[in-house]
T-cell receptor
Framework: GAVVSQHPSRVICKSGTSVKIECRSLDFQATTMFWYRQFPKQSLMLMATSNEGSKATYEQGVEKDKFLINHASLTLSTLTVTSAHPEDSSFYIC??????????FGPGTRLTVL | KQEVTQIPAALSVPEGENLVLNCSFT??????LQWFRQDPGKGLTSLLL?????REQTSGRLNASLDKSSGRSTLYIAASQPGDSATYLCAVRPNSGYALNFGKGTSLLVTP
């Protein structure tokens, strides 16, 4: 089956630093990748949708200058949290799909900002 | 705006019981509905996907039904086992776009 990986699985950083999270589709070409955020006891909330080679589309309330998304190839998308603050601490999950087909989810990245 | 609600928020049952998890959504214009399992601190595992034209899907001890007109889906788990303990998420994909709208999930605990 389709496999999506994320790296790192867990990251702890100091307030004010930037953190990059990678999302890779290992055995298929992902024309579209999605980034979700999940706070404790809450649902997954879509942050942005990215299509390979295009600028990401951000959901309302998500700061595009703070959460930089790059989808430069059909197998890799990155999410960079710039100048991270404690309120950005969350579980970030990506998903990938090919030609609008089923979304396959990565294992998630736990971000803790001190 | 699509809203997805899952009831109950938490459920504890003894091993061997059959159980039903509920999901409701406000906008019936959906492309499909999917049930996921999430273990603590982990990503999502897809369990069942029901297309809008379908009424139900089955996989092993799991059966999911969909009533699009009333905006409801149920996930039935037969003969529950401690290994079924996890959070179960319901997500709907709208007719327009690919992004999924998730419910908050039902946290299931199956006790030996």
């Amino acid at each position: 089956g389709a496999v999506v990986s994320q790296h790192p699985s867990r990251v702890i950083c100091k307030s004010g630093t930037s953190v990059k999270i990678e999302c890779r589709s290992l055995d298929f070409q992902a024309t579209t990748m999605f980034w979700y955020r999940q706070f404790p006891k809450q649902s997954l909330m879509l942050m942005a949708t990215s299509n390979e080679g295009s600028k990401a589309t951000y959901e309302q309330g998500v700061e595009k200058d703070k959460f930089l998304i790059n989808h430069a190839s059909l197998t890799l998308s990155t999410l960079t949290v710039t100048s991270a603050h404690p309120e950005d601490s969350s579980f970030y999950i990506c998903s990938a799909s090919s030609e609008g087909d089923t979304q396959y989810f990565g294992p998630g990245t736990r971000l803790t900002v001190l | 705006k699509q809203e997805v609600t899952q009831i109950p928020a938490a459920l504890s049952v003894p091993e061997g019981e059959n159980l039903v998890l509920n999901c409701s959504f406000t906008d019936s214009a959906i492309y499909n509905l999917q049930w996921f399992r999430q273990d603590p601190g982990k990503g999502l595992t897809s369990l069942l996907l029901i297309q809008s034209s379908q009424r139900e899907q089955t996989s092993g001890r799991l059966n999911a039904s969909l009533d699009k007109s009333s905006g409801r889906s149920t996930l039935y788990i037969a003969a529950s086992q401690p290994g079924d303990s996890a959070t179960y998420l319901c997500a709907v994909r709208p007719n327009s776009g690919y992004a999924l709208n998730f419910g908050k999930g039902t946290s299931l605990l199956v006790t030996p």
